[in-house]
């Protein structure tokens, strides 16, 4: 079987490696040498080139269904929880937690929410309710129902290493939110973190106030794919009297993107981070759909005040 690889950067050290196994078991092996950002992002249109039987994506579990033959093979890593005990102190007083984390550790939430459980606190564990796939589980781009749960909660424990994964976690939440990090071996509250992005939201807001025109950008991976938002922002945009333009791609290229000079703003409608990650690659702002939204509503309150003086 002719088979297309493919590895997200942190993976691709290891890419001859598995390689060579799938050839020894007969197969014909291509490994794709592009970026990719996770299963939103498949080498789906690179692997029908080159007449790939099925698509291997290492280090992440499904997205959404696509319309070929790919198989997943999650990147399992047994973190060490030596660091647990520490965290207890963190939490004093905090009796009822949420226990977040990645695919790469979901196998090993049930000895940390043991852990927790043995030493009095109660765990609770999100549902997926989006693109997750397991109990606990948390993508960058989908934080499952940790909006309803903070209401239930003292706090949010994520473990597992870097900020990316907790980051939307975090913003939609309001309780202390604890990393519980293996590799660093050390344990942090993130919760400043909220107040230095909602400053940040505020200003694109206040910047694009005065944008006459807006560049929507859509990506068509298959996973961020979404004209029908661009579509509707773009008519929502027109009836405030301003000016848009649907913008299409496949990587997102700011560099590209900053000489399109005619834009005042820019928005996104493609991963949700973008608008979080990369705000500062682009010299125009870059606004979700609902900082955008927020906007259109600012300038056409300020017409209204206008037209009633």
């Not at 692997?47 to 696509?66: D, N, R």
């Amino acid at each position: 079987m002719r088979l297309l690889l493919q590895f997200p950067e942190g993976l691709k050290q290891e890419a001859l490696k598995h390689a060579k196994k799938l050839e020894s078991e007969g197969n014909e092996v291509i490994i794709s040498a592009s970026p990719t950002f996770g299963a939103c992002d498949l080498a789906i249109d690179e692997a029908k080139k080159v007449g790939a039987e099925k698509l291997v994506h290492f280090g992440h579990s499904e997205f959404h269904h696509v319309d070929f033959n790919v198989e997943y093979v999650p990147y399992l890593i047994d973190a060490s929880l030596e660091i647990l005990p520490e965290s207890l102190k963190a939490l004093s007083g905090m009796n009822r937690i949420c226990l977040l984390t990645t695919v790469q550790h979901v196998h090993q939430l049930d000895s940390v929410r043991r852990f927790y459980e043995e030493n009095g606190k109660e765990v609770v564990l999100n549902r997926p309710n989006g693109f997750a796939k397991v109990n606990g589980q948390i993508l960058g781009c989908d934080d499952g129902n940790v909006m309803v749960i903070d209401r239930q909660v003292d706090a949010f424990v994520y473990f597992g290493g870097g900020i990316f994964h907790p980051l939307g976690a975090l913003l939609q939440t309001t309780k202390p939110f604890l990393i519980v990090d293996p590799f660093q071996n050390r344990t942090w509250r993130m919760d400043e973190m909220r107040e230095t992005y909602r400053k940040r939201s505020r200003g694109k807001v206040l910047t694009s106030l005065k944008a006459k025109s807006f560049g929507i950008l859509v990506s068509t991976k298959n996973g961020q794919y979404n004209m029908n938002l661009a579509t509707i922002l773009k008519k929502r945009i027109e009836a405030s009297g301003l000016t848009a333009a649907v913008l299409v791609s496949g990587t997102l290229d700011f560099e590209s993107i900053n000489n399109m000079l005619e834009f005042d703003a820019f928005v996104n409608t493609a991963c949700p981070r973008i608008a979080i990650d990369d705000v500062d690659r682009l010299r125009k702002p870059l606004l979700s759909a609902n900082e955008l939204i927020e906007v259109l509503n600012l300038i056409e309150a300020g017409v209204r005040a206008k037209e009633e003086k």
